[in-house]
C-alpha cells in the first residue's frame, strides 16, 4: 500500500471549516483514501472514504485532486468535540478476500480551539 | 454506531497471571483485527482473522496469542502478562466480500502489568 504524508498537527477556531491535507504521491490506480480518527484513546472511527470523485457525507467531505496525489478531509463547521488524531490511509480495496488490514501512521492531531 | 464490544475495558494485573482480553462482534463480519497502541503512539496490527479457524500475524510481533473458533468471537490471549505488555488493545472487525472493506473499531482494553 501506498504511503501518506500528513502535517503532525493543526489548529482551528471552533465554527470554522477545518481542511486536513494528506499527500500519497505514490497511490496506485486501484488504491482508495481512506480517513479515520481517534477521539483520545477511543477506537478510532471511520469518516470517509474515495477513489476518484468528491465525496461528501454527513462528517465531512473529501476532496481528491486531479492527479489523485494529495486530497483534503474538509470538516465544514469543526467543533470542540472535533479535536482528535486524524488518520489518512491509502490502500487497494477489491472484493476479494486478500484485502489487508489498515495500517495506520502518525496522522495529524487537530486541536479545535474555542 | 458499531457493534462490537470489548471487555474488560480497564485491566490492571500482576506479573506472570494470563489474562484474557475478549473481542465480539454482533454484525456476521469475517474479518477481525487486533491492534496495539502504546500511549500517544500509533496503532500497530498485531494479529487478524479473515474467518473462523483463519489467524494471521500482524505487522509487530506480539507475545499474544488468538483463536477465532466463533465468527462473532476473537479472543487475545497473554500466557504470562510483563509489564512491557501494558497497552491498549483494540479490536476491530470488517465485512468480507464489502469492496471498501470499513473497519469498525471496539472502545478499547487498557492494560497495565505491575
Known amino acids: 500500500d501506498a504511503k501518506t504524508t500528513q502535517p503532525t498537527s493543526m489548529d482551528c477556531a471552533e465554527g470554522r471549516a477545518a481542511n486536513l491535507p494528506c499527500n500519497h504521491s505514490?497511490?496506485?490506480?486501484?488504491?482508495?483514501v481512506y480517513w479515520y480518527r481517534q477521539i483520545h484513546s477511543q477506537g478510532p472511527q471511520y469518516i470517509i472514504h474515495?477513489?476518484?470523485n468528491n465525496e461528501t457525507n454527513e462528517m465531512a467531505s473529501l476532496i481528491i485532486t486531479e492527479d489523485r496525489k494529495s486530497s483534503t478531509l474538509i470538516l465544514p463547521h469543526a467543533t470542540l468535540r472535533d479535536t482528535a488524531v486524524y488518520y489518512c490511509?491509502?490502500?487497494?480495496?477489491?472484493?476479494?478476500?486478500?484485502?489487508?488490514?489498515?495500517?495506520f501512521g502518525k496522522g495529524t492531531r487537530l486541536s479545535v480551539i474555542a | 454506531e458499531a457493534d462490537i464490544y470489548q471487555t474488560p475495558r480497564y485491566l490492571v494485573i500482576g506479573t506472570g497471571k494470563k489474562i484474557t482480553l475478549e473481542c465480539s462482534q454482533t454484525?456476521?463480519?469475517?474479518?477481525m483485527y487486533w491492534y496495539q497502541q502504546d500511549p500517544g503512539m500509533e496503532l500497530h496490527l498485531i494479529h487478524y482473522?479473515?474467518?473462523?479457524?483463519?489467524?494471521e500475524k500482524g505487522d509487530l510481533s506480539s507475545e499474544s496469542t488468538v483463536s477465532r473458533i466463533r465468527t462473532e468471537h476473537f479472543p487475545l490471549t497473554l500466557e504470562s502478562a510483563r509489564p512491557s505488555h501494558t497497552s491498549q488493545y483494540l479490536c476491530?472487525?470488517?465485512?468480507?466480500?464489502?469492496?471498501?472493506?470499513?473497519?469498525?473499531f471496539g472502545p478499547g482494553t487498557r492494560l497495565t502489568v505491575l
Open positions: 482473522s479473515y474467518g473462523v479457524n483463519s489467524t
Open positions: 454484525m456476521g463480519h469475517d474479518k
Open positions: 505514490t497511490i496506485s490506480g486501484n488504491e482508495y
Open positions: 474515495g477513489l476518484k
Open positions: 490511509i491509502v490502500r487497494v480495496a477489491s472484493h476479494r478476500s486478500g484485502n489487508t488490514p489498515l495500517v
Open positions: 476491530a472487525s470488517s465485512e468480507m466480500g464489502s469492496r471498501e472493506d470499513t473497519q469498525y
